[in-house]
């Protein structure tokens, strides 16, 4: 999480980076927290931005849904 947190834009502007800013959206930390940060200081996000946080969200939640479905009688005993 420490390396997530210096690598999205957290500590730093978007526009630090230059012709470089294009690939922020493959970074899913800055996907999300833009999807937060854009409507409050900016006004908005751009919509490739919302595509990817929902892009990254559902394939979370695929991935949990996948290890709920395997481990789903050991859930008990891991709480």
């Known amino acids: ?21 294009a690939w922020l959206p493959l970074n899913p930390f800055f996907a999300v927290m833009e999807t937060i940060r854009g409507p409050l200081v900016e006004g908005g996000a751009p919509l490739l931005v919302w595509a990817s946080a929902l892009l990254y969200t559902a ?4 991935v949990a849904l996948a290890f709920f479905i395997r481990f789903r009688g050991r859930i008990a005993f891991w709480v």
């Open 1 to 21: 999480m420490q390396l997530a947190f210096f690598l999205s834009p957290v500590l730093w502007k978007p526009e630090l980076l230059g012709p470089g800013r």
């Open 59 to 62: 394939a979370a939640a695929a």
